[in-house]
């Protein structure tokens, strides 16, 4: 079991590479979530996200003889880029192995941050078997992303940190994968402030630690596809679970839905991009699955922003459809000059703005002297959308909703 002892070692040692990021409060998400919401803000830090701080604690702190040898990992995204990162920073090589499937952005940063990329496997388990054989064949020093003392112990900092920012704490809610990020925390803030209650979340796709911590056990769990990849660990740590166990309150699970409709709130309200794995903390409150938080001070860990940007557009318009603020509508219109031009008009009289249209005169069903126009539209709300169907309806158009 890692000790406060070693958390504060661990930060004098990254210390000089690893800065503290800000701990700030949201006045509209207190004000909506009835709490005191403050924000830990890992999403600033070095690499974009916490996986630095136990990479680096791990790598800085090895013997010279085994820190010659080199370093190997597997991982898919942050902590590849974490170890990189700390490896080059030491002066030592590094190799990371990434499934074949990993996107090309973030095998290009980890490149770019002084790693050896090697794509294996379709999956992270068949990536981490691959790396765990190149580590005997060669006689590298595995860096595990989570069930590690001294990466547990680095990413402990981070509860130093939210004590001295925020005296205030009563709660602090924190994204669980494999348990390393939390161990850490939980472990350094009841060392110091026992008062405070440290609640873990986790997605329903990958409910893992959650079925464990319940369970008093270790359980294995299928991981599903899940746009909180970072998180989507089938097997708990040992050592985390250990961690969990004695100083955790109580772990939560969120939904996909939930995860994606806090990513966008961040975006819109918190002015923070973050990816899933770390708007689940934003989710799991907003959703009630944290108790007893009225009014109390609330740290919520943002524990990484390092989101595809596709996936995030994609997020952000299907949460624009589900909040009913994007919509296509369907409707015919004669076939004659000026007859779109008419229906246009109705729609914007109504405040509808036009994002895209497809007008067809052969591939629909219709009259023959019709066509039939199918119109993308930003909306205010679902009683905006009603507004513009009954203004249409008066004019005759019949309105079929997509």
């Given at each position: 079991?890692i000790t406060l002892k070693d958390i504060e070692e661990a930060r004098a040692?990254?210390?000089?590479?690893?800065?503290?990021?800000?701990?700030?409060?949201?006045?509209?998400?207190?004000?909506?979530?009835?709490?005191?919401?403050?924000?830990?803000?890992?999403?600033?830090?070095?690499?974009?996200?916490?996986?630095?701080?136990?990479?680096?604690n791990k790598i800085a702190g090895l013997p010279a003889d085994e820190v010659?040898?080199?370093?190997?990992?597997?991982?898919?995204?942050?902590?590849?880029?974490?170890?990189?990162?700390?490896?080059?920073?030491?002066?030592?090589?590094?190799?990371?192995?990434?499934?074949?499937?990993?996107?090309?952005?973030?095998?290009?940063?980890?490149?770019?941050?002084?790693?050896?990329?090697?794509?294996?496997?379709?999956?992270?388990?068949?990536?981490?078997?691959?790396?765990?054989?190149?580590?005997?064949?060669?006689?590298?020093?595995?860096?595990?992303?989570?069930?590690?003392?001294?990466?547990?112990?680095?990413?402990?900092?981070?509860?130093?940190?939210?004590?001295?920012?925020?005296?205030?704490?009563?709660?602090?809610?924190?994204?669980?994968?494999?348990?390393?990020?939390?161990?850490?925390?939980?472990?350094?803030?009841?060392?110091?402030?026992?008062?405070?209650?440290?609640?873990?979340?986790?997605?329903?796709?990958?409910?893992?630690?959650?079925?464990?911590?319940?369970?008093?056990?270790i359980r294995v769990c299928p991981a599903e596809r899940s746009v909180a990849?970072?998180?989507?660990?089938?097997?708990?740590?040992?050592?985390?679970?250990?961690?969990?166990?004695?100083?955790?309150?109580?772990?939560?699970?969120?939904?996909?839905?939930?995860?994606?409709?806090?990513?966008?709130?961040?975006?819109?309200?918190?002015?923070?991009?973050?990816?899933?794995?770390?708007?689940?903390?934003?989710?799991?409150?907003?959703?009630?699955?944290?108790?007893?938080?009225?009014?109390?001070?609330?740290?919520?860990?943002?524990?990484?922003?390092?989101?595809?940007?596709?996936?995030?557009?994609?997020?952000?318009?299907?949460?624009?459809?589900?909040?009913?603020?994007?919509?296509?509508?369907?409707?015919?219109?004669?076939?004659?000059?000026?007859?779109?031009?008419?229906?246009?008009?109705?729609?914007?009289?109504?405040?509808?703005?036009?994002?895209?249209?497809?007008?067809?005169?052969?591939?629909?069903?219709?009259?023959?002297?019709?066509?039939?126009?199918?119109?993308?539209?930003?909306?205010?709300?679902?009683?905006?959308?009603?507004?513009?169907?009954?203004?249409?309806?008066?004019?005759?158009?019949?309105?079929?909703?997509?």
């Open positions: 079991m040692r990254i210390g000089g590479i690893v800065q503290p990021t800000p701990c700030l409060r949201s006045w509209a998400f207190s004000e909506e979530l009835g709490a005191h919401a403050w924000f830990k803000y890992e999403t600033l830090q070095l690499t974009g996200s916490f996986k630095v701080r136990g990479a680096y010659r040898r080199g370093v190997i990992t597997a991982s898919a995204g942050n902590h590849a880029q974490g170890v990189a990162f700390s490896a080059t920073q030491a002066g030592v090589p590094s190799i990371i192995v990434m499934p074949v499937t990993t996107p090309l952005i973030k095998i290009e940063n980890t490149r770019r941050l002084g790693g050896e990329v090697v794509l294996a496997g379709e999956t992270f388990d068949e990536a981490y078997h691959e790396a765990r054989r190149l580590e005997r064949e060669r006689g590298l020093v595995f860096v595990h992303p989570f069930d590690d003392e001294q990466v547990m112990a680095g990413q402990g900092t981070i509860g130093l940190e939210i004590l001295e920012q925020t005296p205030e704490v009563e709660v602090v809610v924190v994204p669980i994968g494999g348990g390393g990020l939390i161990s850490g925390v939980a472990t350094a803030i009841k060392a110091k402030r026992p008062s405070v209650r440290i609640y873990g979340v986790q997605t329903v796709a990958a409910p893992a630690m959650a079925e464990s911590f319940q369970a008093g056990q990849d970072g998180i989507a660990v089938k097997t708990p740590g040992e050592r985390t679970f250990e961690h969990i166990r004695r100083y955790v309150d109580a772990v939560v699970t969120v939904s996909e839905d939930e995860i994606r409709a806090a990513m966008v709130r961040l975006v819109e309200t918190g002015k923070t991009v973050t990816e899933g794995a770390a708007a689940v903390t934003l989710a799991a409150m907003a959703a009630h699955r944290i108790p007893d938080v009225a009014g109390r001070h609330v740290v919520m860990l943002l524990s990484g922003a390092n989101v595809d940007i596709a996936l995030l557009a994609r997020i952000i318009d299907r949460y624009l459809v589900e909040s009913r603020r994007l919509v296509r509508v369907r409707t015919h219109v004669p076939d004659r000059p000026g007859a779109l031009a008419e229906l246009l008009q109705v729609i914007g009289q109504h405040g509808g703005n036009v994002v895209r249209i497809q007008h067809d005169r052969v591939f629909m069903h219709a009259g023959f002297w019709e066509a039939q126009v199918d119109v993308t539209l930003e909306t205010r709300n679902a009683g905006h959308i009603d507004e513009l169907r009954q203004a249409l309806h008066e004019r005759q158009y019949e309105v079929e909703l997509l």
